[in-house]
């Protein structure tokens, strides 16, 4: 098994990045020598959520420190899974934004020589998250890069890059995977056959997705109750209890995944700070350091609840896109295939122009989430426009 192989349906992209990996071992091992050119210092992987940017980026990353060019076995391979290459720094950030302070730091850092004397490389699995002076900052650092040094960024399309940042890197763009392959994937993991099936077509290419569903009863419960809400809107009110109930069934489920990591986290500082004891000792900068981390937790759920919320949205143009097929009796495969009661009851009386109307308001309503409209309005509009 080799760094690549969890990278699911992306045979291109494996392929570049495995010939600029063999041309940064050729440049090592032939210093004056002219490479095949296949190796550059900023490169930018896109792809949809779930196709395994975050993946192909450490995968690049383990294959340039990797002497075999990413065998999956050795020490480098090893420690850069693991996260504890020291010539390997990844950037993941579980907030809205990646301000301009941890970016100063990281381009400190790319000025430094490698350690075990390959490559220097920093990782951003988020850029599209940069701030705009977090950009400003991180392009002077590719415009001048330092000898052996190595930026992979990943964003979800070049459009949520900086134009000046993205015309530095070389782009490798990532394909949403096939539900025939996300299914092998499964399979191979040890689920079964028919729940790897189901799991693979219901996440629609998300590999992550995919595996919370096969693996969580509780992800499929979660699925299953929203898919369910959008049943029975007869009359305002209806809509409204129904984008309220919506809410509050992400709140629920962001609320029930966070609570034990923050926890976890704000008993771990205390500890490390002294806070407590048998006289509740307060060292000095302690509540500063303890609300600084309450700030950060606040942020993480604030956009944990939008990406949960972002998911519901498009579990739901899923079944409206299997209404839209029932209709029209397409001979297409469903994404929902246990949902089919709820797809025949849509589609009584409706027309596909009134079922292409209904996608459009949740893809408007996935839209003005973006645009950071209040989620409650911007959910009630949708439901009102289902109706």
């Not at 063999?22 to 210092?41: E, F, K, Q, V, Y």
């Not at 693991?82 to 990281?106: K, W, Y």
């Not at 701030?131 to 330092?146: D, F, G, M, V, Y």
């Not at 709820?342 to 009134?354: F, K």
Request: hydrophobic letters at 45%.
């Amino acid at each position: 098994m080799t760094v690549w192989t969890p990278l699911v349906g992306q045979a291109r992209a494996v392929a570049t990045l495995q010939a600029a990996a063999a041309d940064a071992a050729a440049r090592l091992a032939s210093p004056g020598a002219r490479g095949a050119d296949a190796m550059t210092h900023a490169w930018l992987l896109t792809g949809p959520p779930g196709s395994g940017r975050s993946t192909a980026a450490r995968a690049f990353a383990a294959a340039v420190q990797c002497a075999s060019g990413g065998c999956g076995d050795c020490a480098s391979c090893q420690t850069v899974a693991a996260g504890t290459h020291p010539d390997v720094e990844v950037v993941a950030t579980e907030l809205l934004s990646i301000g301009v302070r941890d970016t100063r730091e990281l381009v400190r850092r790319a000025a430094l020589a490698p350690v075990g004397g390959r490559y220097q490389i920093l990782v951003y699995e988020d850029a599209d998250r940069l701030t705009e002076q977090a950009a400003n900052a991180l392009l002077k650092a590719i415009e001048e890069p330092a000898p052996r040094t190595v930026w992979i960024l990943c964003a979800p399309s070049v459009e949520d890059v900086l134009p000046t940042i993205r015309s530095r890197c070389r782009l490798v763009h990532l394909v949403t995977p096939s539900a025939r392959d996300i299914a092998a994937l499964l399979r191979a993991e040890g689920v079964p056959e028919e729940l790897a099936e189901f799991a693979a077509a219901a996440s629609q290419g998300h590999i992550g997705r995919a595996r919370r569903l096969a693996s969580d009863p509780a992800a499929r419960e979660r699925r299953a109750a929203v898919l369910g809400s959008v049943r029975g809107l007869r009359d305002v009110p209806d809509c409204l209890r129904t984008a309220a109930g919506l809410l509050e069934a992400v709140k629920a489920e962001v609320e029930a995944a966070g609570a034990l990591t923050d926890a976890t986290e704000r008993e771990s500082l205390k500890a490390a700070l002294g806070v407590g004891g048998p006289r509740e000792r307060q060292p000095p900068g302690a509540a500063a350091a303890l609300k600084e981390l309450e700030k950060r937790q606040r942020g993480r759920a604030t956009r944990a609840m939008r990406d949960g919320l972002d998911r519901a949205l498009i579990d739901l143009t899923a079944l409206y896109r299997d209404v839209l097929a029932h209709q029209l009796q397409a001979d297409v495969a469903p994404v929902h295939s246990d949902r089919a009661a709820e797809v025949a009851e849509l589609s009584e009386g409706g027309s596909p122009e009134v079922t292409l109307r209904q996608i459009e308001a949740l893809l408007a309503c996935r839209t003005a989430l973006d645009a950071n409209v209040a989620p409650l309005l911007a959910v009630e509009v949708m439901t009102l426009a289902l109706r």
